[in-house]
Structure formats: C-alpha cells, structure tokens
C-alpha cells in the first residue's frame, strides 16, 4: 500500500539543525494531518489542513512549521528541536478531514534529536 | 471534551485464544468510532469502524459494536493469531469536527 508516503524514514539530527520532513498522499484526499508518536504517551495531533488551508494548530511550538503547497504533499520544517522532541512523526490523509472519515497514514519519520 | 479510554496492556495471549480490548468514550455528541491497528515499524491502519448506534464493524476476524447505552466499543476476536501482534489504538471522531480523538492505546502480544 503506497498511498501515503513520508521521507526521509529515519532523521539523525543536531539541536542547531534544520530539516523537513516530507509527506504525499496519492488516494487524491483534501485533508492531510502531522502527528508526534511518543513513546507511552498518547498520539499528539499537531495540525490539520483542508484544501491546503490550515485548520487547526494544537498549540505545538514555532520550532515546528508546517506547509501545505497542495492537497497532495505536506511538509514539516524543523529548526532548533530539543532532544524531547525524538518520536515517530507520522502523516495521515483523509477524504475530507471530518467525522466518520477514514484516516489513512504513512509509515512515519523516526526522528532523533542529539 | 472528547475522551477514549481502552485497556492499559500489554494484553498477553496464547494463539487461539479469545480477545477482549475494552474501550469506552465521552463524546459531546454522536461520534463514529474506529478501531485502529498499527505492526511494528509501520504507521497506523482502520481495521474497522461504526458511525452509528447498535452498528458492527467487522474486519479480518475483529468484530466491535457500537453500544451507545454503554459509550463502549469493545474489540473482539475469537481465535488471535501471532501475526495480530501489534498495537490497537480506539479512536472517535465528531460529525463536522476535523479533531479525531484517541485511546492511548493497547498492546497485543501473541505467543505460539
């Protein structure tokens, strides 16, 4: 199943660096989501677009800053993380982001923070 | 607010045993409920889904219904296999909301 699709799958990087991470869905969806997976805690949702428009934003740091350029690609830019911010951030599409939806999700980016 | 409750785990089985994941939820309104399931090394995937009262989902040999009497949607299966070892995660989402909500979680692990 390669509906949707997140890179790099593994990122190594420096409290001073800054990266992206990338996410495609091909099931042609208008909503697309970044969640952070921590371990033993509860999956976080971090922001939502829907038709490229941001929908919701739950409180997540400026360190983190997504874009959504069109229905089909969702980018997270990263600069300055902190070694708590290491999870499995996982991108997820769905037809039209409410209710009974299905969410269709990547495989996540595991990110470590040195 | 919106909240999901499921099982603490590691939930522990022989294969062929019976499965039980207990989820309950609060909801403002009428939710849908999913059950969601993820392997190791991949993300997260529907394994079935109510959107109303008294509905059943069924999947794979998984079976939950959507008991509104009790605000539960308990998982099911008959006879577990090794290869449904992994986590399940209970969710619900709101009619006209963007916000799904999520359990924390449960994890199976399946012996021979």
């Known amino acids: 199943e390669t509906g949707v699709t997140q890179t790099p799958r593994h990122l190594v990087m420096g409290m001073t660096n800054k990266k992206s991470l990338k996410c495609e869905q091909h099931?042609?969806?208008?909503?697309m989501y970044w969640y952070k997976q921590s371990a033993k805690k509860p999956l976080e949702l971090m922001f939502v677009?829907?038709?490229?428009?941001?929908?919701e934003n739950n409180s997540v740091p400026s360190r983190f800053s997504p874009e959504c350029p069109n229905s089909s690609h969702l980018f997270l830019h990263l600069h300055t993380l902190q070694p708590e911010d290491s999870a499995l951030y996982l991108c997820?599409?769905?037809?039209?982001?409410?209710?009974?939806?299905?969410?269709?999700f990547g495989p996540g980016t595991r990110l470590t923070v040195l | 607010g919106n909240s999901v409750t499921q099982m603490e785990g590691p939930v522990t089985l022989s294969e062929e045993a019976f499965l039980t994941i207990n989820c309950t939820y609060t909801?403002?309104?009428?939710?849908?409920l999913f059950w969601y399931v993820q392997y190791p090394g991949e993300g997260l995937q529907l394994l079935l889904k109510?959107?109303?009262?008294?509905d059943k989902g069924s999947n794979k040999g998984f079976e939950a219904t959507y008991r509104k009497e009790t605000t539960s949607f308990h998982l099911e299966k008959g006879s577990v296999q090794v290869s449904d070892s992994a986590v399940y995660f209970c969710?619900?989402?709101?009619?006209?909301?963007?916000?799904?909500?999520f359990g924390r979680g449960t994890s199976l692990i399946v012996h021979p």
């Open positions: 997820a599409s769905s037809q039209d982001g409410r209710g009974a939806d299905t969410q269709y």
């Open positions: 099931l042609g969806h208008n909503a």
């Open positions: 677009y829907s038709l490229e428009e941001r929908v």
């Open positions: 909801a403002t309104g009428y939710p849908s």
């Open positions: 109510a959107t109303k009262a008294d």
């Open positions: 969710a619900l989402s709101e009619e006209g909301s963007y916000i799904p909500t």
